[in-house]
Nanobody, 119 residues
Framework: QVQLVESGGGLVQAGGSLRLSCAASGSIPRFNAMGWYRQAPGKQRELVARIITSGSTNYADSVKGRFTISRDNAKNTVYLQMNSLKPEDTAVYYC?????????????WGQGTQVTVSS
């Protein structure tokens, strides 16, 4: 089992910044991908950014150039630095951990943290 604990959400004005953190604990696969997903009211959950153990990253087009994902493998923690926030970034942000390759085990989700961007 893997536990994911997110922190750092909140309310911010458009143009502002927030930093999300997600700490993993438990039986963490040695090779894994940690990512941030978000779900706005009435919409499907979508990938925001993802980073694998080696440091390779991928981003949703909507956040490229504004958000940066990073990880500290020693602390089993992933971060999402969000700059130039827009009202459309408002959502519940979820942390996810997948083993790499994914067929090696289940995915794990955090409980979610609310990000609200006011205009």
């Amino acid at each position: 089992q893997v536990q994911l604990v997110e922190s750092g959400g909140g309310l911010v004005q458009a143009g502002g910044s927030l930093r999300l953190s997600c700490a993993a604990s438990g039986s963490i696969p040695r090779f894994n991908a940690m990512g941030w997903y978000r779900q706005a009211p009435g919409k499907q959950r979508e990938l925001v950014a993802r980073i694998i153990t080696s440091g390779s990253t991928n981003y949703a087009d909507s956040v490229k150039g504004r958000f940066t994902i990073s990880r500290d493998n020693a602390k089993n923690t992933v971060y999402l630095q969000m700059n130039s926030l827009k009202p459309e970034d408002t959502a519940v942000y979820y942390c996810k951990l997948d083993p790499v390759p994914e067929i090696l085990g289940p995915a794990y989700w955090g409980q979610g943290t609310q990000v609200t961007v006011s205009s």
